[in-house]
Each structure stands twice: as structure tokens, then as C-alpha cells.
């Protein structure tokens, strides 16, 4: 006799997860998606961001890097922060290398179904009684919510898509049942996985937790609970500490915390977030509520009901937890809030929790209340009712089909009323077919989105450049073993290096340190938002960098000092003339910060005069390589400013013999539309797949701008211009000469090195002084990590020019060793173990049922409410008096004016 499957058995869940696959199945053939076509399902961040660090799993599976750190991007950087493994990563051994563009369908389509496997896993045991058919309904519209299937860009948030569900689980077992491990293990996974995301679940858990205790938590019972909550919280987070304390450390240390901390005014933080209201976001927003129709209809009807039944506690959480979790599309200070201070792009980064705490509360009133209600249209024959809900319906459809899911949504929200007037089996076939329609059409849209793939103001951000770096790795882009290559016309894109298989400066993995940016942006380099670009700099800085080889379009115009060495079908290698092998020395004046104290115009300004610093210091003499002037009155050999007005400032230079001409306008923003003439030529400024392109600043190319090399006495007159709607005469123009006969400085203060090996995560060679003892330049990337050895002893490695390394080595010859480890990642481990000791007092605990004193409870229970009422105050109360305040005035105004 077959044993009979248990209603909340797993095995019962599979019709969610093969429904939610067949859906995607159906997307992926309708747009040609691999397997079933040639098309992927990469765009936008996926496609610049995401692919790339795909490409350094792989190669970590394959033993050929090590996982938390990479030699080829940012001069070398840790990547703790950059993405967590889960196993989802070993289909990737499945794929070939040059096809892991196609391996992200598949991941994106196995996630989504393991999306649905929890949600519905986690409904069944939330709420049993509910009707089947919604779990399965609800369980697939939230694998293939709107945020799902737009967000899956950022492949790691799906991750938590498949991890709240059985989180919240864990929070309301905790609460109604006293058991806390669910939650703990669940809540440590989240912190694992990212501390970005993770800060935001702990939001939610700390909100909706706290918000459950008060009003659905038996009073005598609120102490007891509130201390196991706190203790299940503490240990989950000590868990988690082995990957989310090295993820924390080189997050706080990153140019996007930066960005954020520097967001705050001097009023405070906290005060700038409340002054965060503005419109111009809720249309984008709103869009996320799209799909949540159905949920939201059933959770009106559960406030309304629980509100007539003078239910007060159950109508605070039903509305309470609404508010809580869905302000934040009209309040965007709150929704600031959630995300740590500021956001670029891509609102309510947590919404999926959102999306599956609605779809909670529509099944608790399914459970309580039931599927039928009848108080709108008693009076009125079931046929005709019939009748007007199948003509709303096809309304609802056609509104899908042709994108207007604004009006689809209030459409549902009336299909949804009605049809609960009709008996159960006609209300569940029709909300059926609309809510699986629904979710195929926002999959449809969402997936490989051909208008995002397509817009020509974003072409940067599709995958197109994945076919250009297979063409340039064709070419000999080999270098020595700290050797880089350059891309200045970026070309292949920021995050190039780890599909090429070169070393480079250029990084897009959101996590790099803020001060190699501000560092590089010092130096001369471009830099966009978190990016850190290849485009700028001279050829002194790159020489100082290592930058031994330059690959770019053929059609690009090649900066002076680099002579071709290959050409290809569309792109070119050069080779840098002036590439000096590692082993530049300094005096303690390395160890100055470029940036310390130094306001980024500030730091821009100086440009030439730090090159001419650094030459000094590296050189041992007293002359400058770069000679300039500016259209602010300094003045220089062989330069003459003739004129300087609003809309151009011209210059006129003799060229000497062997130079490099350069220009600085550090003060100049990419919307005044300047450009810039040599002789009457426009300079060309590409970048990206903006060919032809010749404005100067742009997103990727702010830095110094090369204008070419001159026969000497030839006169050159250079000319910056721009319309008079710009004033030109409020920034400042820098136009310089570097002298290439001024090498051999740098080349008679090299320290000679030996026998350089570069593993996975460390750097060996041989060196021999004769200058006595000095400090030798590495340029590699800085952080806490590094730990060097000089013959066998420790030695401190120590910050140079306040982003890369250096080590002080004695007179003589000797062997030095470097070796990084990811910073706190020794803490981390100790703390992990600390968490899972905690874990076995946890289940020790739960021999006495996690009894407390209660008394000795309220001691954290008075706190935890005093500070979930101040939290709720500034989060939410004082957040919408401030909006009130903000659009007060604009009401006034428009009642003021004439109809």
C-alpha cells in the first residue's frame, strides 16, 4: 500500500515549482533565450556587472584564482564584498567559459523555481488551512513578482527572493511557537550571503518581528519572547561572521559607502534622509506593486473585516505591517532609510519582502474568513454579475498584453471583489488563469527587457562587450607578472579584466576601497560613480602603474608613447615605449596621502602638480615633467593663453622635442557640453560605444585628456569651447607639456629586481640595494590584507601615496614575500565559532522550553519597545511629517492659482 503524501509534505509543492518553471519555459522560447535561441537573458548590471565576477567563479572552480581575491581588476583587490558562492555556482562547471553569458539563464531560471519551492514551503506551514490553490497561486506570482523579474539583474538579490520566505517563516515560528532555530539559521544564511541585503532584512525582521510581538503575542508571553528573539538574532548574526565581517569591513571601507556618508549634511545623517522628498520616483515604483492586485484586494478585506469586528490588534498588524512595508513607494526618505543613507538606481532594493508579507496577510484572511463574500451586489443575478467580471476580465487581459499595468492593477483589484461574490470554483478557475497570465506577462516584460537591451543611452550596459573582449584576447595582451594593460578608450567595458584574463586599474565591482579611487582621480584617471576607469592619467602615471601594453579600437587615436604592435579585425594592441620594470624606490615621502584632507576640485586642481611631485620624489631631482599653465593666469614657456572668454579660453603652444601635450579642466561638468580643438580638429573622447563622441568631461573620460605629440617648433593652438549658456570663466583650464627625455631619472633610482613569481594570492622576488634603505613601490591596491617577509622576517607593509603598497627594505640583497589574506576574515572564524556555541545553547535552552525569569525579561523588553517606537518615529512618523511639510507649500500654491 502507497504511503500517503502529508499535505505540507514537500513533495506536494512541486505543481508551484513546475508551474513557475513552464512559465519561464514559455518567456525563454517566445525570445529565443538559450537553449532555445541565442539570445540571453543579460542586460544592464548583469551584463557590466554580474557576468564579469561569474567569469571569476568559474575560473575559481577551476583552480586557477583564488576566490576572495583577484590579481586582474582594481591593481589587485579583495573580493569579499563582491558576491557570495552558493551552489547554485557548481551548474557553472556545466558551461564552457566563453558561454557562462548563457549559464546566467539558466541560474536566473533555477533560482525563480527554488523561489516558488519556498515561498510555497513556507506558506503551507504558515498557514495550513488556506486554500491550496492561493498558496500555489500566490507562491508563483511571488517567485515571478515584478521585482523578480526586473531586479534579477542584480543576480545575489535573488537569492533573498528564495531566503525571506523562510525567514519570516522563522520569525512567526519563533513567536507562536517558541522555537527560534529556523529564524537563527535563516537570519545567519541572510547576513552570509550580503551584508547590503542583509541590513535590509534586518529591518524587516526587526519591524514585522517587533509589530508581531506587540499585537499577536500573548501578554505574558511579549518578555519571554522578546529575549529569545534578541538571542536567536545575536547568534544568527555570529554565525554569520566567518564571510559577512570581511564583507562589512571592505564594504564601510568603499567609495558607495563613501558616497553615502558623504551624502549627509551638517545637520546629520539622519536629519539629510528626512529631507529626501521628491516626487519623481513613485511612478517607477508603483510599478513594483504590479502582480500584487490579488494579495492586496484579500488584505483590504482583512483590515476592513478585522476593523468591523473591533479586532483592534489583528487591524494595527494587518495596517500596521502595510505601512511598514509599502510607505516607502510614496515616502522616499523612509524608503532612503531602508537602504543605509542613499541608492543610485533600482528603489526599494528589499521590496520582496514586501511582496511576500503581503501575500501573508492575504492567505491569513483566506484562512480565517474564507474565499466567498457578498456584501456589495447582493441584490443583483450571479449571471450578470458573471457577466460584468468576465468583461472586467478581458479588460484586465488586454491591459496586460499591451503594458498598461497600472490600469491592470486597479482592474484586478475590482475582478478580485466581484468574483469572491461567485461560488468557489468560478472564482478560482478565473483568478487562476489571470493571476498565471499576469505573471507570464510581467515575465515576458521583466526578462531580457528588449527596450533596456536596446536604448541607446545605455549601450554600455549590454553584453555586447563580451563578444569584444573574446576579439581582443585574440591578440597578445601578455604582459610580466605585475604588468598591466590599459583600455582608454573602454571599449570593452568597465569590468574587461576578469573575462581577458588581464591585469588592469579598470573595476566596476561596487566594492572597491574609496581611497584607490580618489587616489586614481588624483593621479589623472576617470572615474564614474564606484567605477574606476582606464580612460586619462599620462604616460608617467601609467608607467608608474605598470601599464606595459594599451589595447583599443582601431579607429581610437592612440595617446603618444605607445607604438602598435598588433592589429585586429576592430581592435588594436600597443605597446608603452616607457614602461619601466618594477622596482621604483622613495624616501618616507611615499608614505604621504595624494587626497589627505584635500576636497575633490582641490585634489583635481593639482593634477600636474602632483605628477611632478611624484616624479620628483621617485627621480631624486629637482625638476618638474610637467610644465603648465592656466586660463587663471599662471603662466608658462612656450605657452600663451590669447584669449579667455564665457564661451572659449585659446591657448598657443610651441612644442619642443619629445613631448606629450596634455589638458586639465578639473572643475568642468559633462552637461556644460564642452569640447576641445587642436588646430582646428575636434579631440575625439570615446568611450564605451559612444563612437565619434567629442564632448569633454563625459561619464568615462573626466581625467587628464591626452591632445597628442607635435613636431618641436611646430605651433599648436588649442581652443576649449562652449555655448554661452555655460560660462567658461567660472572654471579653470590646465594645459601642460611632459618631457619624455626626463626618464632616465626614473630609470637610475630602480631598485633591481629578480626571480618575480605572482601566485594566486602573494608576490616573491629577489632584490639587491646599493642606496642604503629605501621604500620600494608596489602598485597593488592597499589593504589591511597584506602581510610581507624580508628574508624570512615580518616586515610592515605600509600605505604609499595613500592607495598602494610599499615595503622598506634594507641595504644588500635579500627575498621579499607578500601574501594577502582577506581582512577580518581571522576574526570572522573565531566569531562563526562563538555563533555556533551559541547555536548548541540555543538547543540546551530549549530543554527548559526557553524559560526566562520574567522579570529579569523585562529588562529587554522595556528597551526593545522604547526603541521600536523611536525607531518607528523616525523611520515613518517623522518621515511623512516632513513630506507633509515639503508639499504643503506646493498645495497652497495650486489652490491659489485661477481654475
Not at 502595510?322 to 510614496?330: D, G, H, R, T, Y
Not at 604621504?592 to 611631485?613: H, P, S
Not at 564665457?646 to 591657448?651: C, D, G, P, Q
Amino acid at each position: 500500500m502507497k504511503k500517503r503524501i502529508q499535505r505540507n509534505s514537500p513533495l506536494s509543492f512541486w505543481d508551484s515549482v513546475f508551474i513557475t518553471g513552464a512559465l519561464l519555459i514559455v518567456v525563454y522560447l517566445l525570445k529565443h533565450i538559450w537553449p532555445f535561441g541565442s539570445a540571453n537573458v543579460a542586460y544592464g548590471d548583469m551584463a557590466q556587472g554580474t557576468l564579469p565576477v561569474i567569469y571569476h567563479i568559474y575560473d575559481w572552480l577551476h583552480g586557477e584564482k583564488a576566490l576572495l581575491f583577484d590579481w586582474y581588476s582594481g591593481l589587485g583587490i579583495s573580493m569579499a564584498a563582491s558576491y557570495t558562492v552558493t551552489p547554485f555556482d557548481l551548474f557553472l562547471y556545466l558551461f564552457r567559459r566563453e558561454h557562462l553569458i548563457y549559464a546566467l539563464g539558466v541560474l536566473v531560471w533555477l533560482k525563480s523555481v527554488t523561489a516558488a519551492f519556498t515561498a510555497r514551503l513556507s506558506f503551507e506551514n504558515m498557514f495550513p488551512k488556506a486554500p491550496t490553490i492561493w498558496k500555489l497561486l500566490f507562491s508563483v506570482s511571488y517567485a515571478l513578482s515584478t521585482y523578480a523579474m526586473t531586479y534579477y539583474t542584480n543576480f545575489a538579490w535573488l537569492d533573498f527572493v528564495i531566503l525571506f520566505p523562510l525567514l519570516l517563516w522563522g520569525v512567526k515560528r519563533l513567536m507562536d511557537e517558541n522555537k527560534p532555530i529556523l529564524y537563527t539559521v535563516c537570519y545567519a544564511v541572510g547576513l552570509y550571503l550580503s551584508f547590503y541585503q542583509g541590513y535590509m532584512i534586518t529591518l524587516a525582521v526587526f519591524f514585522l518581528g517587533g509589530l508581531y510581538l506587540l499585537m499577536a503575542v500573548k501578554k505574558e508571553d511579549k518578555p519571554q519572547r522578546t529575549v529569545l528573539f534578541g538571542a536567536s538574532t545575536i547568534v544568527g548574526a555570529l554565525l554569520s561572521c566567518v564571510h559577512s565581517l570581511p564583507f562589512a569591513l571592505l564594504s564601510l571601507s568603499t567609495q558607495r559607502f563613501s558616497n553615502n556618508m558623504d551624502n549627509a549634511e551638517s545637520g546629520g545623517a539622519i536629519l539629510s534622509i528626512l529631507k529626501t522628498t521628491k516626487l519623481d520616483l513613485i511612478t517607477y515604483k508603483l510599478f513594483l506593486v504590479v502582480g500584487l492586485e490579488f494579495a492586496a484586494a484579500f488584505a483590504l478585506l482583512f483590515l476592513l473585516r478585522s476593523l468591523r469586528a473591533k479586532k483592534i490588534r489583528q487591524a494595527v498588524f494587518v495596517g500596521g505591517g502595510v505601512i511598514i512595508m509599502f510607505s516607502q513607494v510614496l515616502l522616499e526618505n523612509t524608503n532612503v532609510f531602508w537602504h543605509g543613507g542613499k541608492y543610485i538606481q533600482f528603489p526599494m532594493r528589499f521590496f520582496y519582502s514586501s511582496v511576500f508579507f503581503l501575500f501573508c496577510l492575504a492567505l491569513a484572511y483566506l484562512e480565517q474568513y474564507g474565499e466567498t463574500l457578498r456584501p456589495f451586489t447582493g441584490k443583483v443575478p450571479k449571471i450578470i454579475d458573471a457577466v460584468i467580471i468576465l468583461l472586467l476580465s478581458a479588460a484586465f487581459l488586454y491591459l496586460l498584453l499591451s503594458l498598461h499595468f497600472y490600469y491592470a492593477f486597479v482592474l484586478g483589484l475590482a475582478v478580485t471583489m466581484l468574483s469572491m461574490q461567485q461560488n468557489k470554483k468560478f472564482m478560482r478557475l478565473l483568478c487562476t488563469v489571470l493571476v498565471l497570465a499576469e505573471c507570464l506577462g510581467i515575465a515576458y516584460n521583466g526578462i531580457a527587457n528588449t527596450e533596456e537591451k536596446t536604448r541607446a543611452r545605455t549601450l554600455y550596459l549590454s553584453d555586447s562587450y563580451v563578444n569584444y573582449c573574446r576579439e581582443a584576447t585574440e591578440l597578445d595582451l601578455s604582459t610580466s607578472a605585475l604588468g598591466r594593460v590599459k583600455n582608454p578608450d573602454t571599449s570593452l567595458n568597465t569590468n574587461y579584466p576578469f573575462l581577458t584574463k588581464t591585469q588592469a586599474l579598470s573595476n566596476w565591482t561596487h566594492f572597491i576601497p574609496s581611497y584607490l579611487q580618489r587616489t586614481s582621480c588624483a593621479l589623472g584617471y576617470s572615474g564614474q560613480y564606484t567605477r574606476l576607469l582606464d580612460s586619462g592619467g599620462t604616460i608617467f602615471s601609467d608607467t608608474l602603474l605598470g601599464m606595459e601594453k594599451a589595447v583599443a579600437r582601431n579607429t581610437y587615436r592612440m595617446a603618444a608613447g605607445y607604438t602598435l604592435l598588433e592589429k585586429g579585425e576592430n581592435f588594436s594592441v600597443y605597446q608603452n615605449d616607457y614602461a619601466l620594470p618594477l622596482g621604483l624606490t622613495a624616501d618616507q615621502a611615499i608614505l604621504d596621502d595624494l587626497t589627505e584632507n584635500k576636497e575633490d576640485d582641490e585634489m583635481k586642481e593639482a593634477r600636474f602638480d602632483t605628477q611632478n611631485a611624484l616624479y620628483r620624489m621617485f627621480g631624486k631631482t629637482e625638476e618638474d615633467l610637467i610644465v603648465y599653465a592656466d586660463s587663471a593666469g599662471k603662466e608658462a614657456e612656450r605657452i600663451v593663453l590669447e584669449s579667455s572668454t564665457k564661451e572659449s579660453v585659446t591657448f598657443r603652444y610651441t612644442a619642443g622635442k619629445n613631448e606629450i601635450l596634455y589638458l586639465n579642466a578639473y572643475n568642468f561638468k559633462k552637461s556644460q557640453e564642452t569640447v576641445v580643438k587642436v588646430n582646428g580638429e575636434y579631440i575625439e573622447t570615446p568611450f564605451y560605444k559612444h563612437l565619434n563622441y567629442c564632448r569633454y568631461p563625459s561619464d568615462a573620460v573626466n581625467g587628464i585628456l591626452e591632445l597628442g605629440s607635435f613636431q618641436e617648433g611646430e605651433t599648436v593652438e588649442i581652443q576649449v569651447m562652449r555655448t554661452s549658456k555655460y560660462d567658461l570663466q567660472t572654471g579653470t583650464v590646465q594645459l601642460g607639456y611632459l618631457s619624455l627625455d626626463k626618464w632616465d631619472a626614473l630609470r637610475n633610482n630602480q631598485m633591481k629586481l629578480s626571480d618575480l613569481n605572482r601566485s594566486k594570492t602573494g608576490l616573491s622576488f629577489d632584490y639587491e640595494n646599493t642606496d642604503g634603505s629605501r621604500y620600494l613601490f608596489l602598485p597593488i591596491s592597499y589593504d589591511s590584507g597584506w602581510k610581507a617577509t624580508v628574508n624570512g622576517e615580518a616586515c610592515q607593509v605600509e600605505k604609499a601615496l595613500g592607495a598602494y603598497l610599499a615595503v622598506e627594505l634594507p641595504a644588500g640583497s635579500g627575498h621579499v614575500a607578500l601574501r594577502h589574506t582577506t581582512p577580518g576574515q581571522g576574526v570572522g572564524v573565531a566569531l562563526s565559532l562563538v555563533g555556533l556555541l551559541g547555536v548548541g545553547l540555543l538547543l540546551l535552552w530549549r530543554k527548559r522550553d526557553y524559560r526566562i525569569n520574567r522579570k529579569a525579561a523585562l529588562f529587554v523588553f522595556v528597551p526593545f519597545v522604547l526603541v521600536y517606537a523611536a525607531a518607528i518615529l523616525v523611520v515613518y512618523v517623522a518621515s511623512f511629517l516632513m513630506y507633509v511639510k515639503f508639499l504643503l507649500p506646493i498645495l497652497v500654491n495650486k489652490l491659489k492659482k485661477p481654475f
